[in-house]
Protein backbone atom coordinates (compact mmCIF):
# COMPACT_ATOMS: atom_id res chain seq x y z
CA UNK A 1 0.00 0.00 0.00
CA UNK A 2 1.46 3.63 -0.87
CA UNK A 3 1.51 6.22 1.81
CA UNK A 4 -0.25 8.37 -0.26
CA UNK A 5 -2.61 7.44 -2.81
CA UNK A 6 -4.58 9.79 -4.93
CA UNK A 7 -6.44 8.99 -8.18
CA UNK A 8 -4.42 10.23 -11.61
CA UNK A 9 -7.29 11.25 -13.38
CA UNK A 10 -7.79 13.28 -15.41
CA UNK A 11 -10.79 15.21 -13.43
CA UNK A 12 -12.71 17.05 -16.06
CA UNK A 13 -15.09 20.03 -14.58
CA UNK A 14 -16.13 22.62 -16.85
CA UNK A 15 -15.48 26.38 -16.15
CA UNK A 16 -16.74 27.78 -13.08
CA UNK A 17 -17.33 24.39 -11.34
CA UNK A 18 -15.93 22.79 -7.89
CA UNK A 19 -13.47 20.48 -8.35
CA UNK A 20 -12.92 18.62 -6.10
CA UNK A 21 -9.34 15.92 -5.51
CA UNK A 22 -9.11 13.36 -3.30
CA UNK A 23 -6.28 11.90 -1.16
CA UNK A 24 -5.57 9.01 1.53
CA UNK A 25 -2.89 7.85 3.44
CA UNK A 26 -1.87 5.08 5.33
CA UNK A 27 0.16 6.25 8.09
CA UNK A 28 -2.00 7.45 11.39
CA UNK A 29 0.85 8.77 13.08
CA UNK A 30 1.58 11.58 9.51
CA UNK A 31 0.32 15.27 10.82
CA UNK A 32 0.88 17.75 8.08
CA UNK A 33 -0.14 17.82 4.65
CA UNK A 34 0.25 19.91 1.63
CA UNK A 35 -0.94 20.35 -1.97
CA UNK A 36 0.46 21.37 -4.29
CA UNK A 37 0.27 22.69 -7.91
CA UNK A 38 2.28 21.20 -10.66
CA UNK A 39 1.89 22.95 -14.21
CA UNK A 40 3.46 20.68 -17.22
CA UNK A 41 7.25 21.36 -17.74
CA UNK A 42 7.24 23.42 -14.04
CA UNK A 43 8.29 21.99 -10.88
CA UNK A 44 5.21 21.70 -8.22
CA UNK A 45 4.33 25.30 -6.59
CA UNK A 46 2.86 25.03 -2.77
CA UNK A 47 -0.98 26.32 -2.29
CA UNK A 48 -2.27 24.61 0.36
CA UNK A 49 -0.90 23.55 3.67
CA UNK A 50 -3.42 21.44 6.41
CA UNK A 51 -2.58 20.91 10.13
CA UNK A 52 -5.59 20.14 12.36
CA UNK A 53 -8.93 18.12 11.63
CA UNK A 54 -11.73 20.14 9.67
CA UNK A 55 -11.01 23.00 6.59
CA UNK A 56 -8.79 25.62 5.63
CA UNK A 57 -9.93 28.38 3.36
CA UNK A 58 -7.36 30.71 0.91
CA UNK A 59 -9.37 32.36 -1.48
CA UNK A 60 -10.75 29.93 -3.95
CA UNK A 61 -9.03 26.85 -2.39
CA UNK A 62 -10.54 25.18 0.54
CA UNK A 63 -8.22 22.07 2.15
CA UNK A 64 -10.08 19.71 4.13
CA UNK A 65 -8.56 16.87 6.83
CA UNK A 66 -10.01 14.11 8.20
CA UNK A 67 -7.58 12.31 10.46
CA UNK A 68 -10.18 9.30 11.59
CA UNK A 69 -10.57 8.75 8.12
CA UNK A 70 -6.30 9.54 6.91
CA UNK A 71 -8.67 11.86 4.04
CA UNK A 72 -7.16 14.88 2.77
CA UNK A 73 -9.12 16.75 -0.02
CA UNK A 74 -9.06 19.85 -2.04
CA UNK A 75 -11.69 21.76 -3.26
CA UNK A 76 -11.35 24.31 -6.04
CA UNK A 77 -14.52 27.12 -6.45
CA UNK A 78 -14.81 28.96 -9.62
CA UNK A 79 -12.86 26.88 -11.41
CA UNK A 80 -10.58 28.23 -14.24
CA UNK A 81 -8.67 26.82 -17.14
CA UNK A 82 -5.41 28.44 -15.77
CA UNK A 83 -6.05 26.00 -12.83
CA UNK A 84 -5.68 22.93 -15.31
CA UNK A 85 -2.60 21.01 -13.46
CA UNK A 86 -1.49 18.43 -11.88
CA UNK A 87 -2.14 18.16 -8.08
CA UNK A 88 0.16 16.59 -5.90
CA UNK A 89 -1.00 15.73 -2.29
CA UNK A 90 1.96 15.28 0.45
CA UNK A 91 1.91 14.51 3.81
CA UNK A 92 4.89 13.99 6.37
CA UNK A 93 4.73 10.34 7.21
CA UNK A 94 6.33 7.88 10.27
CA UNK A 95 9.77 8.65 8.76
CA UNK A 96 8.95 11.76 8.91
CA UNK A 97 10.19 12.78 5.30
CA UNK A 98 7.95 14.28 2.87
CA UNK A 99 5.70 12.08 0.89
CA UNK A 100 3.89 12.66 -2.45
CA UNK A 101 1.01 10.94 -4.14
CA UNK A 102 1.39 10.67 -7.70
CA UNK A 103 -0.84 13.38 -8.41
CA UNK A 104 -4.32 14.10 -10.26
CA UNK A 105 -4.31 15.54 -13.09
CA UNK A 106 -7.23 18.52 -13.50
CA UNK A 107 -8.67 19.57 -16.55
CA UNK A 108 -11.17 22.60 -16.58
CA UNK A 109 -13.08 22.56 -19.69
CA UNK A 110 -13.73 26.37 -21.24
CA UNK B 1 11.91 37.02 -1.82
CA UNK B 2 14.89 35.05 -3.63
CA UNK B 3 13.34 31.65 -4.43
CA UNK B 4 14.92 28.21 -4.98
CA UNK B 5 18.08 28.54 -7.25
CA UNK B 6 19.35 25.19 -9.27
CA UNK B 7 21.26 24.64 -12.52
CA UNK B 8 21.50 23.55 -14.45
CA UNK B 9 18.08 23.63 -16.02
CA UNK B 10 18.75 20.59 -18.79
CA UNK B 11 21.53 18.39 -19.23
CA UNK B 12 21.80 15.62 -21.47
CA UNK B 13 24.73 13.33 -20.94
CA UNK B 14 25.64 9.72 -21.78
CA UNK B 15 25.52 6.44 -19.77
CA UNK B 16 28.21 5.93 -17.43
CA UNK B 17 29.16 9.46 -17.97
CA UNK B 18 29.27 11.96 -14.61
CA UNK B 19 27.10 14.63 -13.81
CA UNK B 20 26.56 17.55 -11.36
CA UNK B 21 23.57 19.54 -9.90
CA UNK B 22 23.75 22.51 -7.75
CA UNK B 23 21.10 24.33 -5.82
CA UNK B 24 21.01 27.53 -3.72
CA UNK B 25 18.14 27.31 -1.42
CA UNK B 26 15.95 30.59 0.00
CA UNK B 27 17.96 32.22 2.18
CA UNK B 28 17.47 31.34 6.15
CA UNK B 29 16.20 28.16 5.13
CA UNK B 30 18.39 25.33 7.49
CA UNK B 31 16.61 22.47 5.66
CA UNK B 32 17.46 21.46 2.13
CA UNK B 33 15.98 18.69 0.43
CA UNK B 34 16.66 16.76 -3.25
CA UNK B 35 14.00 14.87 -5.07
CA UNK B 36 13.98 12.82 -7.68
CA UNK B 37 10.62 13.35 -9.86
CA UNK B 38 10.11 10.82 -12.92
CA UNK B 39 7.66 11.71 -15.29
CA UNK B 40 3.94 10.81 -14.03
CA UNK B 41 5.19 10.09 -10.54
CA UNK B 42 5.29 12.25 -7.10
CA UNK B 43 8.87 13.95 -6.43
CA UNK B 44 10.76 10.95 -4.38
CA UNK B 45 13.50 12.38 -1.51
CA UNK B 46 16.70 11.27 -2.18
CA UNK B 47 18.31 13.52 0.57
CA UNK B 48 17.63 16.17 3.06
CA UNK B 49 20.06 18.21 5.22
CA UNK B 50 19.84 20.11 8.23
CA UNK B 51 22.27 22.88 8.61
CA UNK B 52 25.75 20.98 6.69
CA UNK B 53 24.17 17.03 8.27
CA UNK B 54 22.66 15.00 6.73
CA UNK B 55 19.09 13.87 8.03
CA UNK B 56 17.64 11.20 5.47
CA UNK B 57 19.40 9.93 2.57
CA UNK B 58 17.64 6.22 2.96
CA UNK B 59 16.28 6.60 -0.26
CA UNK B 60 19.49 7.85 -1.57
CA UNK B 61 21.48 5.51 -4.59
CA UNK B 62 24.89 5.59 -2.57
CA UNK B 63 26.78 3.46 -4.92
CA UNK B 64 26.57 6.24 -7.73
CA UNK B 65 24.66 8.94 -6.37
CA UNK B 66 26.54 11.82 -3.94
CA UNK B 67 25.44 14.71 -2.08
CA UNK B 68 26.76 17.70 -0.04
CA UNK B 69 26.17 21.13 1.88
CA UNK B 70 29.67 21.64 2.93
CA UNK B 71 28.90 24.76 4.41
CA UNK B 72 25.26 24.44 5.48
CA UNK B 73 23.54 26.83 2.68
CA UNK B 74 24.10 25.89 -1.50
CA UNK B 75 24.40 22.01 -2.46
CA UNK B 76 25.75 19.77 -5.03
CA UNK B 77 23.85 16.41 -5.98
CA UNK B 78 26.57 14.52 -8.24
CA UNK B 79 25.69 11.18 -10.52
CA UNK B 80 28.48 8.61 -11.12
CA UNK B 81 28.45 6.86 -13.37
CA UNK B 82 24.76 7.67 -14.85
CA UNK B 83 22.27 4.83 -15.55
CA UNK B 84 19.48 5.40 -18.70
CA UNK B 85 17.15 5.50 -15.20
CA UNK B 86 18.44 8.24 -14.05
CA UNK B 87 16.40 10.15 -16.56
CA UNK B 88 14.16 12.66 -14.53
CA UNK B 89 14.32 15.77 -13.24
CA UNK B 90 15.96 16.68 -10.04
CA UNK B 91 14.63 18.99 -7.70
CA UNK B 92 15.82 21.03 -4.88
CA UNK B 93 13.61 21.91 -2.23
CA UNK B 94 14.54 24.30 1.35
CA UNK B 95 12.46 24.84 4.59
CA UNK B 96 12.80 26.83 7.34
CA UNK B 97 13.21 23.72 9.43
CA UNK B 98 12.33 20.23 9.73
CA UNK B 99 9.30 18.38 9.84
CA UNK B 100 6.26 20.10 9.51
CA UNK B 101 7.48 22.50 7.53
CA UNK B 102 6.51 24.05 4.20
CA UNK B 103 8.77 22.93 1.54
CA UNK B 104 9.24 25.26 -1.56
CA UNK B 105 11.21 24.08 -4.69
CA UNK B 106 13.23 25.44 -7.37
CA UNK B 107 12.53 25.14 -10.79
CA UNK B 108 14.43 22.04 -11.07
CA UNK B 109 16.76 20.21 -13.93
CA UNK B 110 15.45 18.05 -16.51
CA UNK B 111 18.43 15.26 -17.03
CA UNK B 112 18.56 13.24 -20.38
CA UNK B 113 20.79 10.13 -20.10
CA UNK B 114 21.11 8.38 -23.70
Known amino acids: QKEVEQNSGPLSVPEGAIASLNCTYSDRGSQSFFWYRQYSGKSPELIMSIYSNGDKEDGRFTAQLNKASQYVSLLIRDSQPSDSATYLCAGYTGRRALTFGSGTRLQVQP | EAGVAQSPRYKIIEKRQSVAFWCNPISGHATLYWYQQILGQGPKLLIQFQNNGVVDDSQLPKDRFSAERLKGVDSTLKIQPAKLEDSAVYLC????????????FGPGTRLTVT
Open chain 2, 93 to 104: ASSLGLYSYEQY
